[in-house]
T-cell receptor, first 115, second 114 residues
Framework: AQSVAQPEDQVNVAEGNPLTVKCTYS??????LFWYVQYPNRGLQFLLK??????LVKGSYGFEAEFNKSQTSFHLKKPSALVSDSALYFC?????????????FGAGTRLTVKP | NAGVTQTPKFQVLKTGQSMTLQCAQD?????MYWYRQDPGMGLRLIYY???????DKGEVPNGYNVSRLNKREFSLRLESAAPSQTSVYFC?????????????FGPGTRLTVL
C-alpha cells in the first residue's frame, strides 16, 4: 500500500542553524512527492514537489528537498532557519494510477525555531 | 485572487444535526477535494471531483455527501453528524487530477460535534 511516514513529531532548531524535516515513503511505483506547510489556523501551503529529474528540488521560502530513491526518502531542508519557519510540515506522496486519486499525507512534523 | 475559500470557519453541532460546508475556488481549476485533518493522522481524503459533474469517494467517505454545484463550488454535507466527525475540514483544488498536479488548500473549517 502507498504510504508516507514522518518519523519525528517535533523538530527543534536554533535560528540560523540548518534544519531538516524527514520523510520516507513506501510505494509500488514511481512516486511523486510533495511538501506542504501549515501555519496556525491556516490551510496547507505548497512548498515544493518532486516529479522527475534532478534529485534536489528547490521550493518556496528558501526550502529545498532531496529525493533519494535508494533510501526512499524525501527530506526537507533549509540552510539557515528563521523563527518564522515555525509551523507544521506535511510530506505527501502520489503514485501514478493510484486509485481514488488521492495524495497520502504523513502525520506532520512540528518545527519550532528558537531565537 | 482569493484562491480557495471555505465557509463557515467554525461550527458546533449536536449529534444528529445536519450541515453543509461550502467551498469555492477562483483559479478556474477542474478538480476539487475535501479532506479531514485529525491530530496525528495527517489529512485524509473524503471525496473528490475530478471535473464538473463528477464526484468520487476517497479514503473516508462514510457519513458524508458532496455536490459539485458548478466549476467553482464543491460542497460537503453531513446528514446526521456524529462526534467522530469532529475534525478540521479542508477543501482543495487543482488544475486536474494528474499525479503531478499541485493541490491548493482553503483555510479550513473547524467542526465540533457534541
Amino acid at each position: 500500500a502507498q504510504s508516507v511516514a514522518q518519523p519525528e513529531d517535533q523538530v527543534n532548531v536554533a535560528e540560523g542553524n540548518p534544519l531538516t524535516v524527514k520523510c520516507t515513503y513506501s510505494v509500488s511505483g514511481n512516486p511523486y512527492l510533495f511538501w506542504y506547510v501549515q501555519y496556525p489556523n491556516r490551510g496547507l501551503q505548497f512548498l515544493l514537489k518532486y516529479i522527475t529529474g534532478d534529485n534536489l528540488v528547490k521550493g518556496s521560502y528558501g526550502f529545498e528537498a532531496e529525493f533519494n530513491k535508494s533510501q526512499t526518502s524525501f527530506h526537507l531542508k533549509k540552510p539557515s532557519a528563521l523563527v518564522s519557519d515555525s509551523a507544521l510540515y506535511f510530506c505527501a506522496v502520489r503514485v501514478r494510477f493510484f486509485l481514488n486519486n488521492d495524495m497520502r499525507f504523513g502525520a506532520g512534523t512540528r518545527l519550532t525555531v528558537k531565537p | 485572487n482569493a484562491g480557495v475559500t471555505q465557509t463557515p470557519k467554525f461550527q458546533v453541532l449536536k449529534t444528529g444535526q445536519s450541515m453543509t460546508l461550502q467551498c469555492a475556488q477562483d483559479m478556474n481549476h477542474n478538480s476539487m477535494y475535501w479532506y479531514r485533518q485529525d491530530p496525528g493522522m495527517g489529512l485524509r481524503l473524503i471525496y473528490y471531483s475530478a471535473s464538473e459533474g463528477t464526484t468520487d469517494k476517497g479514503e473516508v467517505p462514510n457519513g458524508y455527501n458532496v455536490s459539485r454545484l458548478n466549476k467553482r463550488e464543491f460542497s460537503l454535507r453531513l446528514e446526521s453528524a456524529a462526534p467522530s466527525q469532529t475534525s478540521v475540514y479542508f477543501c482543495a483544488s487543482s488544475e486536474g487530477v494528474g499525479d503531478t498536479d499541485t493541490q491548493y488548500f482553503g483555510p479550513g473549517t473547524r467542526l465540533t460535534v457534541l
